[in-house]
């Protein structure tokens, strides 16, 4: 859910690792400005982002089956997911996660958040199974509460660039996105 920069690389991630099916989710294209941290590359500016990733995983690994579904998330109704299937949301907006988080507990499905924090410098990763866990939204409420989290302040000895749309880019964020899927990809 979500194709962008971490969404890409995870589901590239996912694809080398030999899962046998990926729907991959979303209805932005990819700018100009996306390539320097994204899975695909300028050349493909102006495609869909889904369309795009599913070119690259399939030159990776192409045993692989890619559904890329044109979708807004808004939109969605998470109760079509197969019910053995995998689900990561990899959007960087709180709205887009809360709404996937209650559609994803009236569905009774499982997800997986996976989402880069201070320009890649933290991540935040964790599972929400309904009935289970703590839900995404019972989560920033215990976060509130100052229990068990570390705060990463912001590091003034590093520079936040502005050079994708004004967007705070810190030097080397590229990496760390990169290892953030990687690990995503490892702990599912």
């Not at 050349?43 to 890329?68: G, L, R, S, T, Y």
């Not at 807004?72 to 053995?84: K, T, V, W």
């Not at 229990?147 to 660039?161: H, Q, V």
Request: aromatic fraction near 10%; include cysteine; charge should be negative.
């Amino acid at each position: 859910l979500g194709v962008g920069a971490i969404g890409s690389e995870v589901a590239d991630s996912m694809a080398k690792a030999g899962i046998g099916e990926i729907t991959l989710i979303d209805d932005q294209q990819l700018n100009v400005h996306n390539a320097v941290r994204h899975l695909a590359g300028i050349d493909m500016a102006d495609e869909f982002k889904v369309f795009a990733v599913a070119e690259i995983i399939h030159h990776h690994n192409h045993f692989v089956k890619i559904n890329p579904w044109l979708s807004n998330l808004y939109s969605l109704e998470y109760n079509f997911l197969p019910d053995n299937s995998i689900s990561i949301s990899s959007v960087a907006d709180d709205y887009a996660e809360g709404f996937i988080n209650q559609q994803m507990v009236i569905a009774n499905r499982t997800v997986f958040y996976s989402r880069a924090l201070r320009g890649g410098k933290s991540a935040r990763i964790f599972r929400v199974i309904p009935g289970k866990d703590a839900c995404f939204y019972c989560v920033s409420l215990y976060r509130g509460e100052k229990k068990e989290y570390i705060d990463i302040p912001e590091d003034t000895n590093f520079p936040t660039l502005r050079n994708e749309c004004n967007n705070p880019i810190r030097p080397g964020s590229a990496a760390d996105l990169k290892f953030i899927a990687a690990f995503t990809s490892r702990q599912l």
